[in-house]
């Protein structure tokens, strides 16, 4: 499997080079990337590489797995780059991408469970005890009813609460229309009123 090289240190990492392209606009960067710009890759590695492993990681459930098709996911931007119409933003573009690679993926794995869900939480250490086990009590039963939908009701709570997209961005990452993903929506939030409540 090929992985995509993107190290730490040296002369790129430098604070000249953090501010010259932390501050850049993703079609820039792509743009860069496109001519071969290594450093821009690696810009655009460490300002999406967080929420695309975690997408993966709820995807497949599987930590190794998740890194691999991580490094084939930027490896694709990287061959790809030129390609990008900039019709969605670059995370859309990303996290399907990432989906795709995710559901190729579990096809291929036989005997691993495909449908389980991760959802991290962070106990709010500001808290007295009694909030936080409150707090992670109901965090439990979150991931609990989550894990208890479908898979593609699922997918769509994850991107719209995880990953902030909307609802035409779904569509495009999801291959499905609109209505679909508003029909599902209704559907995971109403199938997840009613775990929670039974948790």
Same mark, same amino acid.
């Given at each position: 499997?090929?992985?995509?090289?993107?190290?730490?240190?040296?002369?790129? &990492?430098? $604070? #000249?080079? /953090?501010?010259?392209?932390?501050?850049?606009?993703?079609?820039?960067?792509?743009?860069?990337?496109?001519?071969?710009?290594?450093?821009?890759?690696? /810009?655009?590695?460490?300002?999406?590489?967080?929420?695309? +492993?975690?997408?993966?990681?709820?995807? *497949?459930?599987?930590?190794?797995?998740?890194?691999?098709?991580?490094?084939?996911?930027?490896?694709?931007?990287?061959?790809?780059?030129?390609?990008?119409?900039?019709?969605?933003?670059?995370? &859309?573009?990303?996290?399907?991408?990432?989906?795709?690679?995710?559901?190729?993926?579990?096809?291929?794995?036989?005997?691993?469970?495909?449908?389980? /869900? @991760?959802?991290? &939480?962070?106990?709010?250490? /500001?808290?007295? $005890?009694?909030?936080?086990?409150?707090?992670?009590?109901?965090?439990?039963?979150?991931?609990?009813?989550?894990?208890?939908?479908? $898979?593609?009701?699922?997918?769509?709570?994850?991107?719209? +609460?995880?990953?902030?997209?909307?609802? #035409?961005?779904?569509?495009? @990452? *999801?291959?499905?229309?609109?209505?679909? *993903?508003?029909?599902?929506?209704?559907?995971?939030?109403? #199938?997840?009123?009613?775990? *929670?409540?039974? &948790?």
């Amino acid at each position: 499997m090929t992985t995509v090289c993107l190290r730490e240190g040296g002369a790129a &990492t430098s $604070p #000249k080079w /953090a501010a010259a392209y932390e501050n850049s606009s993703d079609k820039t960067l792509i743009r860069r990337i496109a001519a071969g710009d290594q450093s821009a890759m690696r /810009a655009l590695f460490a300002r999406y590489r967080v929420s695309v +492993y975690r997408w993966l990681l709820r995807l *497949v459930d599987d930590e190794s797995l998740a890194e691999d098709l991580l490094s084939e996911v930027f490896l694709d931007l990287w061959r790809h780059a030129a390609s990008f119409e900039a019709r969605s933003s670059l995370s &859309t573009w990303l996290l399907a991408i990432a989906r795709y690679k995710a559901l190729s993926a579990r096809r291929r794995r036989t005997n691993a469970e495909l449908d389980e /869900a @991760i959802v991290s &939480t962070v106990p709010d250490t /500001a808290d007295d $005890p009694e909030v936080t086990l409150q707090k992670k009590n109901r965090a439990e039963a979150l991931r609990q009813s989550l894990l208890q939908l479908s $898979p593609d009701h699922r997918e769509v709570i994850d991107l719209a +609460y995880y990953h902030g997209k909307s609802v #035409k961005e779904i569509a495009e @990452i *999801v291959s499905i229309s609109e209505a679909t *993903v508003k029909t599902r929506m209704f559907y995971a939030r109403r #199938k997840l009123a009613e775990l *929670v409540e039974t &948790t």
